[in-house]
């Protein structure tokens, strides 16, 4: 029904979203291999990718949300943890803290990093 295809199409944008960021930075490390990527999808966020993972769980408990019932509906809270776990714990904290270190002193990353999302892609800002 409306939520297995609602879902799905979610899920393809966020796996999509993600697996074309990963494929950019992998191609841009091996011809540039000490600089920052700002390039394709990464100039519409700092971390593409972990945009991407967030939405494809989204999509997943859009597509679960109509077969759930009682204490199933806890596994909703999915997307949010995932979000929260990239967003707070390991992932953008981590990168962030790493590329400051890094590239913190380079006028162009200082650029970069004032015009460019952290998470959500400018599209949708």
């Given amino acids: 029904g409306f939520f297995f295809y609602a879902g799905s199409i979610i899920w393809i944008f966020g796996f999509l979203f993600e697996a074309i960021a990963d494929y950019q930075k992998r191609k841009f490390r091996v011809d540039n291999p000490k600089k920052f990527i700002h390039t394709g999808l990464w ?7 972990y945009f991407g993972e967030i939405v494809l769980w989204l999509g997943i408990a859009v597509m679960a949300f109509p077969v759930l019932s009682g204490w199933q509906y806890v596994s909703l809270v999915s997307p949010v943890f995932v979000f929260l776990l990239l967003t707070r714990v390991s992932g953008v904290p981590l990168l962030e803290k790493h590329a400051d270190e890094t590239w913190g002193k380079k006028k162009d990353y200082l650029e970069y990093k004032e015009k460019t999302p ?3 892609p400018k599209i949708f800002n």
């Fill in 43 to 49: 100039s519409l966020s700092r971390h593409p990718n």
């Fill in 118 to 120: 952290e998470l959500f």
